[in-house]
């Protein structure tokens, strides 16, 4: 194979992935590490990816890159919405209790799900959430809901600031559900901004047992701000397997992985 042909492959892999790591293209091209390295560097000379450790990953996935959530709203909607039926799934249909809803389209597919898996719980089920978003969505359900308010960050569409995280620090839901721009072996739970890292931090701290909800496309992504590490999650419901690293992370951190 030339290596326009190889670098093409790469782009593509890019495209649909977002992260390509120099050992499995290594392995699938049948060429060194050294000769992977040298088509990355290329490849980011010509501004089509940034290099990382272990790999490259596409230009719009920086530590400071966040999409509009009306746009987020549109990527992976199918999968987004198995991964919200499967961590709805969770809970017992008859649940009572509180449930914190983080903000985000992954989220979002939870909440959309948990009025027709709750449908048994007499009223017995109160969700708590700071996305204005979902908020909506949910406000007509049967389910009781709780409106943490702050000032609202128009990219998310949800509460920030000390108000906010003051709010949730006097809670203690019995399950949340996280939302992650990233997740990495190494840097653990993370976002590109400080003040939604802030809020999601305070929910951690605040809940009995964490359901971190993200599609495979943020595993091995490592944004700006951590939030948390991989011994705060419980459970962690996706898309797709992580790959054996990962896998093997989440395993130490006592952390079950649920693939929808």
């Known amino acids: ?24 293209l290594s392995a699938r091209f ?11 560097a290329l490849l980011e000379e010509a501004g089509t990816l940034r290099r990382v450790h272990g790999g490259a990953v596409a230009t719009d996935r920086g530590s400071t890159v966040e999409t509009p ?9 199918d999968a987004k919405q ?15 209790g509180s449930v914190y809803l983080d903000a985000g389209t992954t989220v979002a597919a939870v909440a959309s799900a948990l009025p027709i898996h709750l449908a048994n719980s007499r009223g017995g089920a109160e969700i708590v959430t700071h996305s204005m978003t979902i908020a909506h969505d949910l406000a007509g359900s049967d389910l009781g809901l709780t409106v943490i308010g702050g000032r609202i960050r128009g990219l998310t569409a949800a509460a920030v600031g000390a108000e906010t995280v003051n709010a949730i620090s006097h809670l203690r839901p019995d399950v949340a559900f996280v939302g992650t721009n990233g997740l990495s072996e190494g840097f653990g739970l993370s976002t590109p901004d400080p003040d939604e890292a802030a809020v999601k931090a305070a929910i951690i701290a605040a809940a009995r047992r964490v ?44 952390a079950e992985v649920w693939v929808a």
């Open 1 to 24: 194979m030339y290596a326009m042909e190889r670098q093409e492959l790469v782009e593509r892999l890019l495209r649909e992935e977002g992260r390509v790591g120099v050992v499995d």
């Open 30 to 40: 049948g060429v060194t590490t050294e000769t992977i390295r040298r088509d990355l």
């Open 69 to 77: 959530v009306s746009e987020r709203a549109l990527r992976k909607g």
């Open 82 to 96: 198995a991964i919200g039926r499967r961590a709805a799934a969770l809970l017992d249909a008859g649940f009572r």
């Open 211 to 254: 359901v971190v909800v993200t599609d495979a496309e943020k595993f091995g992504a490592e944004l700006l701000v951590r939030f948390g590490g991989l011994t705060d999650i419980d459970d962690l419901v996706s898309d797709a397997a992580p790959d054996s690293r990962l896998a093997n992370a989440l395993g130490d951190a006592g």
